[in-house]
């Protein structure tokens, strides 16, 4: 597996890191959640930023995201938009969706910025474009509420998400049965060993999929988010708890996968 760099921190290497959400929906809520999850053990921090209620103002965009970034300092950021279509607060246009990654890419604020895979074939490129002019990092993302797909089809986004030129592929999906859980683990091993170089988010969401969070190690997944003040995805846990697990499996795996 290939690493890929968000500012100093080493995606792909050692024990997945953790990312926490910030879901304020005011400059005021984003400031103290960041304050916050500063003293909690985040590798790296995700504006969720469709929970924002001036999202669609640029001039608040700009004033907010510096805001932020003059609180968490050189923690790296993920800028997130997620779309009403794939669990976010807010729908967007194809349109609107390139304005505000323009926006926040020429800011020189973020570190990283997700891409929903399904946006629109037309301007994802454009951004992954843009982005990568920027010394951005692309998580391409894909997110299911209703299901899991069946193994061929979870290889065949993240696929897709490698040759729209991502660095690092995301899916999360929602279990209806044991098995599903099992479908998703095996897609993510299957992902790395068979189909790319390039790190891998993968995650089964709600209580049942809670293993697929922790165990990210064994299976090849990457990254974890856990919870600040508040969770972005159903299953999440507090970041504490996370760390202590992923601790746990790291020092016993004893380097042998």
């Excluded at 607060?89 to 020189?108: D, F, H, N, R, T």
């Excluded at 990283?112 to 946006?119: N, R």
Aim: charged share 25%; proline share 5%.
């Amino acid at each position: 597996m290939n690493t890929v760099y968000i500012k100093n921190l080493a995606i792909g290497e050692g024990k997945p890191k953790i990312c926490i959400p910030i879901c304020g929906k005011t400059k005021a809520d984003i400031l103290n959640e960041a304050e916050n999850i500063l003293k909690l053990p985040a590798d790296i921090i995700e504006w969720r930023a469709d929970w924002y209620e001036e999202i669609f103002d640029p001039a608040a965009v700009g004033d907010s995201l510096a805001a932020l970034r003059a609180v968490i300092g050189e923690m790296p950021l993920l800028f997130t938009f997620r779309s009403v279509q794939e669990g976010g607060e807010k729908g967007i246009s194809p349109q609107k969706y390139m304005e505000l990654a323009q926006l926040v890419c020429e800011s020189g604020m973020i570190d990283a910025l997700d891409v929903e895979l399904f946006m629109d074939s037309k301007i994802n490129p454009m951004i992954v474009d843009m982005a990568h002019q920027h010394q951005i990092v692309i998580i391409a993302s894909n997110h299911d509420f209703r299901k899991t797909p069946e193994k061929d089809e979870l290889t065949r986004r993240m696929i897709l998400m490698d040759e729209m030129g991502a660095d690092i592929l995301k899916v999360a999906v929602m279990p209806k049965s044991k098995t599903d859980v099992l479908e998703l683990l095996s897609a993510t091993e299957e992902m790395g060993r068979l189909y790319t170089e390039k790190p891998v988010i993968t995650m089964s969401m709600g209580p049942m999929g809670l293993i697929s969070r922790l165990a990210g190690e064994v299976f090849g997944s990457v990254l974890t988010f856990g919870a600040g003040e508040k969770a972005s995805a159903p299953g999440q846990i507090s970041a504490r708890q996370l760390e202590m697990v992923l601790n746990t499996i790291h020092d016993n795996m004893g380097g042998e996968l």
